[in-house]
């Protein structure tokens, strides 16, 4: 058990909607990290956050954001869904520049 | 962008042999790290390696880098059919923050 924990662990919603995934981090980590695994583009970072405020940013679409809370916990919201937004959604968390740990993800199915 | 490119993309090896993964990347680096996916389930850090580091042990790993060429490997011995995952290289780009860049993973297969 890495310690982070990501819910849901799957979602199933249709085209043009909007979700929320929800990480928290393992305790005492302040940097939250999202990626997205697919099977056409592989483990694709999307962002991170230290803290509350955003560090680096990736590949990460218009239609998508997220944020960190001051509780740590960070939430990332896809917007006007498309198919090719089905994929494996992670979080990972760590302290400065320690290795990842990665929560188990959030399978998103867009039909 | 893929910073790291894994090689080879699928490898199958009987229990018991050792198996090597390679992994190149294009920019400097603060350090790589190796981690290991099974199937559907999170990441999990196997090394990290500094990058004024050469070589690195863990149990059954071994990690070698050599920045002059931009690459690295990753060598597990008398393999067991638990290895069975896929293990990806990453990569933290020198004056990119903490960054994380992961390549394209190889696929390993250990039979019993």
């Given at each position: 058990d890495s310690g982070v924990t990501q819910t849901p662990k799957h979602l199933i919603t249709a085209t043009g909607q909007r979700v929320t995934l929800r990480c928290s981090p393992r305790s005492g980590d302040l940097s939250v990290y999202w990626y997205q695994q697919s099977l056409d583009q592989g483990l694709q970072f999307l962002i991170q956050y230290y803290n509350g405020e955003e560090r680096a940013k990736g590949?990460?679409?218009?239609?998508f954001s997220a944020q960190q809370f001051p509780d740590l916990h960070s939430e990332l919201n896809l917007s006007?869904?498309?198919?090719?937004?089905s994929a494996l959604y992670f979080c990972a968390s760590s302290r400065d520049s320690s290795p990842l740990h990665f929560g188990n993800g959030t399978r998103l199915t867009v039909t | 962008s893929q910073q790291g490119e894994e090689d080879p993309q699928a490898l199958s090896i009987q229990e018991g042999e050792n198996a090597t993964m390679n992994c190149s990347y294009k920019t400097s680096i603060n350090n790589l790290q190796w981690y290991r996916q099974n199937s559907g389930r999170g990441l999990v850090h196997l090394i990290l390696i500094r990058s004024n580091e050469r070589e690195k042990h863990s149990g059954r790993l071994r990690v070698t880098l050599d920045t002059s060429k931009k690459s690295s490997s990753l060598l597990i011995t008398?393999?067991?059919?638990?290895?069975?995952a896929s293990y990806f290289c990453a990569t933290v780009p020198?004056?990119?923050?903490?960054?994380l860049i992961f390549g394209q993973g190889t696929e390993l297969s250990v039979k019993p």
């Amino acid at each position: 058990d890495s310690g982070v924990t990501q819910t849901p662990k799957h979602l199933i919603t249709a085209t043009g909607q909007r979700v929320t995934l929800r990480c928290s981090p393992r305790s005492g980590d302040l940097s939250v990290y999202w990626y997205q695994q697919s099977l056409d583009q592989g483990l694709q970072f999307l962002i991170q956050y230290y803290n509350g405020e955003e560090r680096a940013k990736g590949n990460i679409l218009e239609r998508f954001s997220a944020q960190q809370f001051p509780d740590l916990h960070s939430e990332l919201n896809l917007s006007s869904l498309e198919l090719g937004d089905s994929a494996l959604y992670f979080c990972a968390s760590s302290r400065d520049s320690s290795p990842l740990h990665f929560g188990n993800g959030t399978r998103l199915t867009v039909t | 962008s893929q910073q790291g490119e894994e090689d080879p993309q699928a490898l199958s090896i009987q229990e018991g042999e050792n198996a090597t993964m390679n992994c190149s990347y294009k920019t400097s680096i603060n350090n790589l790290q190796w981690y290991r996916q099974n199937s559907g389930r999170g990441l999990v850090h196997l090394i990290l390696i500094r990058s004024n580091e050469r070589e690195k042990h863990s149990g059954r790993l071994r990690v070698t880098l050599d920045t002059s060429k931009k690459s690295s490997s990753l060598l597990i011995t008398a393999s067991r059919a638990a290895d069975t995952a896929s293990y990806f290289c990453a990569t933290v780009p020198s004056r990119q923050g903490g960054k994380l860049i992961f390549g394209q993973g190889t696929e390993l297969s250990v039979k019993p």
